[in-house]
C-alpha cells in the first residue's frame, strides 16, 4: 500500500514530505487572498488553514517572538497568533502504539477504571466539536471578530438520527463489557454512547441526551428513537426557560397513567444547573476511579471537568485530544518510587486510533477480529434503533 503524504505549509521546510504517521500540526486562522499568501512564509490556503511538520511549527512560533529563524510580516504574524489558539497536534503513528500499550497495561492494573467523554469522540460519527479549529465556537468567535466566512460549520445542521457510534463508542462499551471500565461520564447530547449498548446505569449523561424527554410534573424519563424537539404543531403552552431562555417542553404529554404532565427535553444549556441526581452519581464514580480515561474533551467546562481531580491519590489521568487542556499536568506527574516514570499518558491524536491500539492490546486477538467482523450486525441493529421524527 502507497503511502499518503503531503507537503508542509512552511515554504522552506527542510524536513521533506508530511508522511502518513508522522507528528504533525494541523491549524487554521482567518482567511487571506491568494495574492497575500504568495508573499508570506507560510502557504496558507485561502481559508487560512495550514499543515506542518511539529518542529516546523515550533520555528514558527519562536518566529513571531524572536524575528528568527524566520522573518514574519505583521499580517503574517497576526495569522499565525490567531492559528494558535486552536491548532490541533497529533502524535505518531509509533507514540501512538506506544501509549496504548501504557494504558492497556494501566487498565490491566486498574481497580476502578472510568472514562470521561467529550465532542472529540464523535467527529468520525460525522458531528462537529467546539473548540476544534473548524468547531462551533471557534467559527462564531471568528466570524464575530473578522466577518462571516465562506465555510459552515455542519454541527448546525446535524441530523441526530443519522449518526452512528464511532470505533471509540464501540470500543469503549467493549472494554465495558469486558470489565476494564466501570463507568462512563459524557459531557454529550448525541445518545451516541446508549446506541452503542452502554448500561443506563453505568452512563452519566451530564449535559442531558437528545433521545431522552422527561416529565415535568412526576419526573417519569422516556428513551425515543428520535431526538427529542418540539413538535410545530405542539398544542401545548410554551414555558421560557428562566436560565437559558429556552423552551424545554417538547409538545408530548407523559404517557404515565394518570399523569398527563408535559414533557420536556434533557438538554443541560449554557445557563442551565446540571441534573442533581446525574451529577451526584458522576461524583460517586469520579471519588472511586483510580484511573480516569479522558477523551475527546477539552476539558474546560465546569462542573464537569471538576471530576477529573476527584479520584484516589495518586490520580492516574489519561488524556487523548488534539489541543492542549488545563489539566495535562496531572498526565505528566511522576510517580513516587518510580525512576522518572509518570502517573498518567498524555496523546494528542484522534481518540480512534488510539483505542485501536488499547483494544489491540487488551482484547485477544481472535476475540478481537470477531467483534470487529460483527460491525455490520452492530450497524443493522443502530438502525433499528432510530427513526426521523416527523410531526
Given amino acids: 500500500m502507497a503511502m499518503m503524504t503531503s507537503r508542509c ?8 514530505d508530511l508522511e502518513s504517521g508522522m507528528a504533525r500540526v494541523e491549524v487554521a486562522s482567518y482567511e487571506v487572498s491568494a495574492e497575500d499568501s504568495q508573499h508570506m ?7 487560512g488553514e495550514a499543515m506542518f511538520h511539529d518542529i516546523c511549527w515550533k520555528a514558527i512560533l519562536d518566529s513571531v517572538k ?14 499565525v497568533v490567531e492559528a ?20 492497556a497495561n494501566m487498565l490491566r492494573s486498574s481497580k476502578y477504571a472510568i ?24 467559527h462564531r468567535d471568528r466570524d464575530n471578530r473578522f466577518g462571516a466566512s465562506k465555510q459552515m460549520n455542519s454541527r448546525n445542521f446535524c441530523d441526530y438520527e443519522s449518526l452512528r457510534p464511532s470505533y ?14 466501570k463507568h462512563l461520564i459524557s459531557q454529550n447530547t448525541d445518545g451516541l454512547h446508549r446506541l452503542s449498548g452502554v448500561p443506563r446505569d453505568k452512563l452519566s449523561e451530564l449535559h442531558g441526551n437528545s433521545f431522552h424527554e422527561k416529565c415535568e410534573k412526576c419526573g417519569t424519563r422516556y428513551e425515543r428513537p428520535f431526538a427529542v424537539r418540539r413538535s410545530s404543531s405542539a398544542q401545548v403552552p410554551t414555558r421560557i426557560c428562566v436560565h437559558c431562555h429556552f423552551d ?16 420536556m427535553n434533557s438538554i ?21 476511579n483510580d484511573l480516569v480515561l479522558c477523551l475527546g474533551s477539552s476539558l474546560r467546562v465546569t462542573p464537569a471537568c471538576d471530576l477529573i481531580e476527584m479520584g484516589q491519590d495518586p490520580v492516574r489521568v489519561v488524556i487523548c485530544n488534539r489541543q492542549p487542556t488545563p489539566f495535562d499536568r496531572l498526565c505528566y506527574m511522576i510517580e513516587e518510587g518510580k525512576s522518572g516514570e509518570s502517573l498518567g499518558c498524555r496523546v494528542f491524536g484522534d481518540c480512534d486510533e488510539l483505542i485501536m491500539e488499547v483494544m489491540s492490546c487488551l482484547v485477544p486477538s481472535e476475540e478481537l477480529v470477531k467483534w470487529q467482523s460483527e460491525h455490520q450486525s452492530r450497524l443493522d441493529d443502530y438502525n433499528k434503533q432510530r427513526s426521523s421524527f416527523t410531526d
Fill in 248 to 263: 424545554h417542553r417538547t409538545g408530548r404529554l407523559c404517557e404515565r397513567k394518570g399523569c398527563n404532565g408535559y414533557l
Fill in 168 to 181: 471509540t463508542h464501540e470500543g469503549l462499551c467493549k472494554l465495558m463489557e469486558l470489565g476494564y471500565i
Fill in 41 to 47: 512564509e507560510v502557504a496558507w490556503k485561502e481559508e
Fill in 115 to 138: 472514562a470521561f467523554t467529550g465532542a472529540g469522540i464523535s467527529t468520525s460519527s460525522g458531528i462537529g466539536d467546539f473548540r476544534g479549529k473548524s468547531g462551533l465556537w471557534t
Fill in 268 to 288: 443541560i444549556n449554557f445557563g442551565d444547573s446540571l441534573e442533581k441526581r446525574i451529577l451526584s452519581t458522576a461524583t460517586e464514580h469520579a471519588k472511586q
Fill in 9 to 16: 505549509s512552511l515554504r522552506k521546510c527542510i524536513q521533506g
Fill in 66 to 79: 524572536m524575528e528568527n529563524p524566520f522573518s514574519l510580516s505583521a499580517m503574517e504574524k497576526n495569522l
Fill in 84 to 103: 494558535k489558539k486552536t491548532a490541533e497536534y497529533f502524535d505518531s503513528k509509533d507514540k501512538l502504539k506506544s501509549e496504548g500499550r501504557r494504558i
